[in-house]
């Protein structure tokens, strides 16, 4: 998959009519923020490769989004701290127009010198964003003279800034867009075994479609969060009013099935830490996980189904992981998901962290030096594993169309 991208060295990056070559650069910034502080930075580092790569002779204009303004300019959502911090990491200017693809950033642009870095403003503000239109997409397009998707993680959404722009300009994907295709396919398609993924994330039904595709690759899948309760659940066992997806069990059936016949296990919480309400300081207790009475909810695996993964984990020859056991950003409900991050750290199989809250997770945790590859694709790495293939990399392999 990865060799049919085309790549950085295939572009033109040579002057266009006495001015330096303008590359649209599609990042994924969409950073955690904190009192308008960066709390994780891993995304926007990752990209650094791939601009020390374009060079200091080319205009490179970075369109990223932050958070969900929904079409609306929202000022806490602006990409000035983002701007702000990658200026830090490149030890050169940033400048952030003051809009999306209007004057503000044709100014910008058009005044640009070689080396220069312009970062357009968030670019959900603009409905045309998600929406794909073709005139956002068109005013996007007309900022640069040739565009790289460098935003793994946002190439599941087909946006104008993924898949539109990628049809009007020459293309290519970035370096780390590459390497996560690269190490996901290379996961799937000949990991050491034996090969265990570990699930975890509020709902079944995000994640069925993953679990059925999984299973033709893995030898042990475990699962935990939100989403075991539905598994727990279309067995008939008690899981109180923790969340389920009733309308989920006759898929999640068929997955159980599934891997009876195929001889793959799928493990489930044995155990359980529930609380009598959804809130930090609910009172908690730990309980079988099949018995969970009326008025109390599972917010994390036990410390028995913790020492029970572990295990597993320890004897694997690879690891994929994508989604927390629990309530992790609670102390309280948190155990899970640190007793998991830590048997992945630890075990000597190569281990691949998903993006989005399992990467928070090792953040938090400290261990994110300790995996052997922490993706930033969250979304992304899920439609990928089921599907083989997102929007934003096919628009990139079709090339420029007219959109």
């Given amino acids: 998959m990865s060799d049919a991208l085309p790549a950085i060295e295939d572009l033109d990056l040579s002057r266009r009519d006495g001015r330096p070559c303008r590359v649209f650069l599609r990042a994924d910034y969409n950073v955690p923020l904190e ?12 990209t650094l490769p791939t601009l020390e790569r374009l060079g200091s002779d080319v205009v490179v204009v970075v369109g990223a989004h932050l958070g969900r303004p929904k079409g609306k300019r929202v000022e806490e959502l602006s990409l000035a701290p983002v701007a702000k911090h990658l200026e830090e990491l490149i030890d050169r200017p940033v400048k952030l127009a003051s809009d999306v693809a209007g004057p503000g950033a044709q100014s910008c642009v ?8 312009v970062m357009l403003e968030n670019l959900r503000f603009e409905a045309g964003e998600e929406s794909n239109d073709r005139e956002f997409a068109h005013s996007l397009a007309s900022l640069a003279d040739v565009y790289v998707n460098e935003g793994f993680g946002v190439s599941h959404r087909a946006h104008a800034s993924t898949v539109g722009v990628a049809r009007l300009l020459p293309g290519a994907a970035g370096l780390l867009c590459r390497q996560e295709v690269e190490v996901l396919g290379g996961l799937l398609e000949s990991p050491r075994r034996p090969f265990v993924a570990v699930l975890g994330g509020a709902k079944v039904s995000d994640k069925i479609g993953v679990v059925s595709a999984l299973l033709d690759k893995v030898d042990a899948l475990l699962i935990g969060g939100g989403m075991s309760f539905s598994f727990l659940g279309a067995q008939g066992f008690e899981v109180g009013d923790s969340l389920v997806e009733p309308e989920s069990f006759e898929t999640v059936q068929e997955a159980l099935t599934k891997a009876e016949e195929a001889g793959k296990d799928i493990y489930l919480p044995t155990d359980v830490v529930i609380a009598d309400d959804f809130a930090e300081s609910a009172k ?31 004897g694997a020859g690879s690891i994929l992981w994508n989604g927390p056991m629990g ?3 609670w102390p309280a409900f948190e155990a899970g998901t640190r007793g998991i991050a830590e048997a992945i750290a630890e075990s000597p199989g190569y281990s691949v962290v998903g993006g989005g809250d399992s990467g928070a997770a090792v953040a938090k945790f400290g261990l994110s030096d300790q995996v052997d590859y922490l993706s930033t694709g969250g979304g992304a790495s899920l439609e990928f594993i089921e599907f083989g293939d997102l ?7 079709e090339g420029v169309t007219g959109g």
């Avoid at 009192?35 to 990752?46: F, K, L, P, Q, V």
């Avoid at 058009?110 to 870095?117: L, R």
């Avoid at 929007?391 to 392999?397: C, E, H, T, Y």
Wanted: glycine letters at 14%.
């Fill in 391 to 397: 929007p934003g990399l096919r628009a990139l392999r």
């Fill in 284 to 314: 908690h207790k730990i309980v079988g996980a099949g018995g969970i009475s009326s008025g109390w909810r599972g917010l994390d695996i036990g410390p028995e189904t913790v020492k029970r993964y572990s295990s597993v984990l320890a």
């Fill in 110 to 117: 058009a005044e640009a010198a070689p080396g220069d870095v």
């Fill in 327 to 329: 309530v992790f950003e």
């Fill in 35 to 46: 009192d308008g502080e960066i709390t994780d930075d891993h995304r926007i580092a990752a």
